[in-house]
């Protein structure tokens, strides 16, 4: 139980805000890199992504894909999150709607993993 809990904890980790002031630069940075797939994320851009001010939305899972971890589940889903972030980007917005996807992966943010399970 204690370990399905993380997994879906570690599945629906998503950092959401808006910010009082716009920051266009930083999401026409990143929306660059994410039309194909999800940003691949560490921990410096982690932090960036979801600091404030900004003025988009950050859809980030924190995951770990290696098998050395063993997390059966964070493979299964990460084809799925892909799907979602490339159908969104490919796809029509509603106005004004600003919306990045990013991935975490546990060898690349271990203090990110840290500090979200203390």
Known sequence: MKLLTFILSLLSVISVAFAATPNADKFE??????????????????NEITSTPRDYYAAVILTATDARFGCGLCREFQPDFDLIARSWNKGSKPDGLKLLFGALEFDKGKGTFQKAWD
Do not use: E, G, H, V
């Open 29 to 46: 940075k990143y929306q660059s890199l994410s039309r194909l797939a999800p940003i691949q994320l560490d921990d410096s851009t982690y």
